[in-house]
């Protein structure tokens, strides 16, 4: 059962990432996409920021649960670096 458990939750972390890649992939396409629209056609395509914006969310939501995974979220780490040199053990 454990195995299963680890598969699993392998399998959602690169759901997650795969996640996280096609978001930013998907900004750069639409905010590129705007650009030259705005260039050459002289009219902007009216609904790209509003959904830039909705993904970049995500985005950012899927990469604090990734950054915190792999222990290499800034604030965690500024935390326990701070609570070790003091001596403390704080219990939230």
Known sequence: MKQIGKILGKLIDYLEEG?????LLFMTVMNFANVISRYFLHKSISYTEEVV???FVWVTMLGISAGYKRNA??????????YQRTGKKQHW
């Open 19 to 23: 996640l996280i890649v096609a978001g």
């Open 53 to 55: 914006v909705i993904v």
């Open 73 to 82: 979220h800034l604030g965690m780490s500024l935390l326990r670096i701070n």
